[in-house]
Every structure is written in structure tokens, then in C-alpha cells.
């Protein structure tokens, strides 16, 4: 069965500093992978997806981008974070032959003050 | 647009109280429906996929049915371990790249009072 790791759990960061999260897939080869922001009362914003390494679409301009430097890990990266980028970060990946049943990782608690 | 709505936005209910949880959506030729569980702090973990109206899956104290507009997840005989944000999202297509993808409805807060 596939997992979805991500790290840190939790991050408070200052606005104007750099962001990176990382999201590792195990289980699996060659999986469909999501970053979703979740904000109170907002629901599941999809930010980027990947279906291959270097393959990356957004579907929300933003202060984010991503990257897939390697089959199985995605990236969210920042130049300089903004106060509303605070909020609940989540990696999910789909399986190649059900990619619909995205499992989702543990999620990373941003807060920028 | 594509579109999913949940109500009620937060559900109340005694242990044992059996009671229903709506998802409804707009979405050009549906090619499935899905919900998840969500407990505080965590990621969501899925629970059913549906594919086609009439179409229903079961697990424990949960059922989820399917029509051409809408999804009822119906909870039977409740425990209070069942408290939970469930959310409700519909397969769609992505405009940026083309390529398939969820998308969510806000979720529903249900909580089981012992």
C-alpha cells in the first residue's frame, strides 16, 4: 500500500523568509502527486500537481511553486512567505491504476507571523 | 464550474442517533465521486469511491449512496469515535495541465456526543 510522508509537522516562519516542504512517496512508482492547501472554513485548495518528474501544473497563481526532482518526491518551495500563506499543507498521491484514491500525508501546520 | 457542496456545515448527535450527511454537486459528466474522514490535525483518509447513480458501498457504520446530483453518507448507529470531519469531492479535470484531480467540498463537522 502506498504512503505519503511529509516533514516538518509543524513550522512558524517570519514573513519574507524562505519556505521548502517536503513530501515523499512510498509504496508505489510513477504516482500522481498533489499539494492541497487547507485553510478554516476554506476547504481543500489544490496548489500544484505532478504526473512525472519535472512535470509540475498549478491550478492557483500564487506565492508558491513546486518541484519533482525525483519520481517518488514533490516540493513546495517559497521565495518569500506572505501571511496568508499560513494554513495546513497536505501531499497526496495517486496510484497509476486508481489515481482517484488520493492518500493523503500528515499534513504540515504552517504559521507565518 | 465544477462545484461540491456538503451540508450541514456541522452535525450534532447523540450516541446511537443514525442521521445522513448530503453532498451535492455540479460537475460536467461525473466520472466519480469520493469521500473521505478527517480527524483533527491529520491528513484525510479515504473512505468510498462511487461511480454511478444507484451505486452504494458500506464500511461499519457507514453507507454512502449515489445519484445524478447528489451523494448521501449515511451514518447508522453512531459512536462517538466516529466524530469527525467527512469530506466529500468529485473527480474533475484540471484546467491547467488537463489531467484528472479531486475536487473538495468544505466538509461536514460531525460530532457524536457520548
Known amino acids: 500500500s502506498q504512503t505519503i510522508h511529509q516533514w516538518p509537522a509543524t513550522l512558524v516562519q517570519p514573513v519574507g523568509s524562505p519556505l521548502s516542504l517536503e513530501c515523499t512517496v512510498e509504496g508505489t512508482s510513477n504516482p500522481n502527486l498533489y499539494w492541497y492547501r487547507q485553510a478554516a472554513g476554506r476547504g481543500l485548495q489544490l496548489l500544484f500537481y505532478s504526473v512525472g518528474i519535472g512535470q509540475i501544473s498549478s491550478e492557483v497563481p500564487q506565492n508558491l511553486s513546486a518541484s519533482r526532482p525525483q519520481d517518488r518526491q514533490f516540493i513546495l518551495s517559497s521565495k518569500k512567505l506572505l501571511l496568508s500563506d499560513s494554513g495546513f499543507y497536505l501531499c497526496?498521491?495517486?496510484?497509476?491504476?486508481?489515481?482517484?484514491?488520493?492518500?493523503f500525508g500528515p499534513g504540515t501546520r504552517l504559521t507565518v507571523t | 464550474e465544477d462545484q461540491v457542496t456538503q451540508s450541514p456545515e456541522a452535525l450534532r448527535l447523540q450516541e446511537g442517533e443514525s442521521s445522513s450527511l448530503n453532498c451535492s454537486y455540479t460537475v460536467s459528466g461525473l466520472r466519480g465521486l469520493f469521500w473521505y474522514r478527517q480527524d483533527p490535525g491529520k491528513g484525510p483518509e479515504f473512505l468510498f469511491t462511487l461511480y454511478s447513480a444507484g451505486e452504494e458501498k458500506e464500511k461499519e457504520r457507514l453507507k454512502a449512496t449515489l445519484t445524478k446530483k447528489e451523494s448521501f453518507l449515511h451514518i447508522t448507529a453512531p459512536k462517538p469515535e466516529d466524530s469527525a470531519t467527512y469530506l466529500c469531492?468529485?473527480?474533475?479535470?484540471?484546467?491547467?495541465?488537463?489531467?484528472?484531480?479531486?475536487?473538495f467540498g468544505k466538509g461536514t463537522h460531525l460530532i457524536i456526543q457520548p
Open positions: 497526496a498521491g495517486g496510484i497509476r491504476d486508481r489515481p482517484y484514491e488520493q492518500y
Open positions: 469531492a468529485a473527480r474533475v479535470v484540471y484546467s491547467g495541465g488537463g489531467a484528472d484531480g479531486l475536487t
